[in-house]
């Protein structure tokens, strides 16, 4: 069965650092987005992406966040310059229909 | 604007007890409903959706919900639970935009323990 995979699994990082988010969404999917979890929290939108472009954000997203479709299959989440609140788990998820898929995460610690 | 209430934050059941786990809605049309279960450090995996028809919804792993439009509701139910079924529990809203969904906003989550 098709899944949406992400990678890294973990990535630690220092505080002002950018980090990019690699996700592999499902392959016939054309709609994708970004939720992150702040530790103990709910599952919160960022963005979402569609025919190349952002089709809606959060006001989380500002400035320091920005997505990419670099080519057919991966889809990147970039944090310019990190802060110890982006600390997160940072879910991918693409969809073709109705139903979003979600990835594992990947876990953004930052110190 | 939309959002998901879920007023019990942390609930412990016995284990083969039955369980209800709460999930109002505000929503201007009639949403797509969803219901994820995360456990620790873990994805979050899809129990059952609602898009439309039945308003009884059968998931995976023994879940129902139902969705109650009057009550602006989608309730999650076992009707025996499991020590393996202990997790976090997430019921969510989507958009409905003339037959696809947008983002997805999710409740606060219960916190379910299971007592043996």
């Known amino acids: 069965e098709p899944e949406v995979t992400q990678t890294p699994s973990h990535q630690v990082t220092q505080m002002g650092q950018e980090v990019i988010l690699r996700c592999v969404p499902i392959s016939n999917h054309l709609y994708f987005y970004w939720y992150r979890q702040i530790l103990g929290q709910k599952v919160e939108f960022l963005v979402s992406f569609y025919n190349n472009e952002i089709s809606e954000k959060s006001e989380i997203f500002d400035d320091q966040f920005s997505v990419e479709r670099p080519d057919g299959s991966n889809f990147t989440l970039k944090i310019r310059s990190t802060k110890l609140e982006d600390s997160a788990m940072y879910f991918c998820?693409?969809?073709?229909?109705?139903?979003?898929?979600f990835g594992p995460g990947t876990r953004l610690t930052v110190l | 604007a939309q959002s998901v209430t879920q007023p019990d934050i942390h609930i412990t059941v016995s284990e083969g007890a039955s369980l209800e786990l709460r999930c109002n809605y505000s929503?201007?049309?009639?949403?797509?409903l969803f219901w994820y279960v995360q456990s620790p450090g873990q994805g979050l995996q899809l129990l059952l959706k609602?898009?439309?028809?039945?308003?009884l919804v059968q998931g995976i792993k023994g879940f129902e919900a139902e969705f109650k439009r009057s009550q602006s509701s989608f309730n999650l139910r076992k009707p025996s639970v499991h020590w393996s079924d202990a997790a976090e529990y997430f019921c969510a809203v989507g958009q409905n935009y003339g037959g696809a969904t947008n983002k997805l906003i999710f409740g606060t989550g219960t916190l379910l323990a299971v007592q043996p």
């Open positions: 998820a693409s969809r073709a229909s109705r139903e979003q898929f």
């Open positions: 609602y898009f439309s028809g039945d308003t």
């Open positions: 929503y201007g049309a009639t949403p797509y």
